[in-house]
């Protein structure tokens, strides 16, 4: 307590220690930044509710980053709650808080919950115009990735296509987030097996990341493994270990998220290389760190298996391959993707706003 009044006297108001904190975790000094956001809401009064809000979602923002999934929802439902009451239901800063809170819920595997959130926060843009199609792009972006974990590649297809532009527009060709944007478009090409689109825009994807300011070391490797797919359904095998393996480099050895997605794209280089053993022991790690994250029911684990048991019967492991195959299935059996005839939202804003910048 004494050291949260020093910092409250010497660093300033909540609103700069806020401001601090925002810069510490931009520079990826999570520790440091997380510690002076906790002391920023201690010194916000309890009836400011759209700074407690602001606050609150910063630092949910932290804990999404480092995977700490459900400290993020309570802290990105709290920012919802209290933006509801000050603000009521239709405000773009409500939708924001709704696509946050629906964002977890995604990443937890949770989607027939993070699905009615998507669509109430695309409502709300929608009515909102065009000031929010940016804010409307991330909702589309976000919501096609169920589609991509489901490997209902043609919808995702069409909804990064559609969010492109918007965020692309609304935050510039330079932009982190139209990278990511180019980054998850260019991911689902790849799936859908058009080679040429795809590596261009993950080569843009990966200039703009580059000439960024700031760490996005996770960004860039992800970039940088997806593009390594690509190579490697070129057959240009070695190019695409050495991608992997820098995107390792970059990440480090703390076992998070994009670790484990590098690491199942290196075990299908290595695995189209023939180094079946080797890509056994990529997979092995990529799904000893999703099982720890996200737990062994959750529908990406479910299909790391089985890619897992695919290798397996390669190497004539068919007992093995067999029981991983029937675990994968019943984890599938229990998390049923939500009705996406709900989901597919020929969004109206979308229409209108192509029209309107004619």
């Excluded at 209902?152 to 330079?174: D, F, K």
């Excluded at 529908?299 to 190497?315: F, Q, S």
Aim: hydrophobic letters at 45%.
């Amino acid at each position: 307590m004494l050291l949260m009044a020093w910092c409250l006297t010497v660093l300033g108001n909540p609103v700069a220690l806020n401001n601090r904190a925002a810069q510490l975790y931009f520079d990826g000094r999570f520790e440091e930044a997380e510690y002076l956001y906790h002391v920023a809401l201690a010194g916000t009064s309890s009836t400011d509710l759209l700074r407690t809000a602001a606050i609150s979602s910063n630092l949910g923002a932290l804990y999404k980053a480092e995977a700490r999934y459900a400290e993020a929802e309570k802290l990105y439902r709290r920012a919802l709650g209290l933006r509801q009451a000050a603000l009521g239901g239709a405000h773009a800063d409500v939708a924001a808080s709704m696509n946050n809170v629906a964002e977890i819920l995604r990443l937890e595997g949770r989607y027939g919950e993070a699905a009615p959130l998507f669509e109430r926060a695309l409502g709300i843009f929608d009515r909102l115009g065009a000031p929010s199609r940016g804010d409307l792009g991330l909702v589309l972006n976000n919501l096609a990735e169920i589609y991509r974990v489901y490997r209902l590649y043609g919808e995702a297809e069409r909804l990064l296509g559609e969010a492109l532009p918007l965020i692309e527009r609304a935050y510039g060709g330079e932009h982190v987030r139209t990278a990511m944007a180019l980054n998850n478009l260019a991911q689902v090409l790849e799936q859908r097996g058009k080679l040429a689109e795809s590596e261009r825009l993950q080569l843009r994807a990966l200039e703009i990341l580059r000439r960024s300011s700031g760490r996005h070391d996770a960004e860039l490797a992800v970039s940088l493994s997806n593009l390594g797919c690509v190579y490697t359904r070129k057959k240009r095998l070695a190019e695409s270990i050495q991608l992997h393996k820098q995107a390792l480099n970059l990440i480090g050895a703390a076992e998070t998220p994009a670790r484990a997605a590098v690491l199942h794209n290196l075990s299908g280089a290595l695995e189209a290389s023939g180094r079946l053993p080797e890509a056994l022991a990529m997979l092995d790690e990529s799904r000893s760190i999703r099982e720890r994250l996200l737990g062994g029911a959750h529908p990406v684990v479910a299909y790391l298996l089985k890619d897992y048991a695919r290798l397996l019967r390669r190497m004539k492991r068919t007992t093995e391959a067999i029981e991983l195959e029937a675990k994968a299935q019943a984890a599938l059996d229990q998390n049923r993707p939500p009705a996406f005839d709900r989901l597919v939202v020929p969004v109206a804003a979308l229409k209108s706003w192509r029209e309107s910048e004619r």
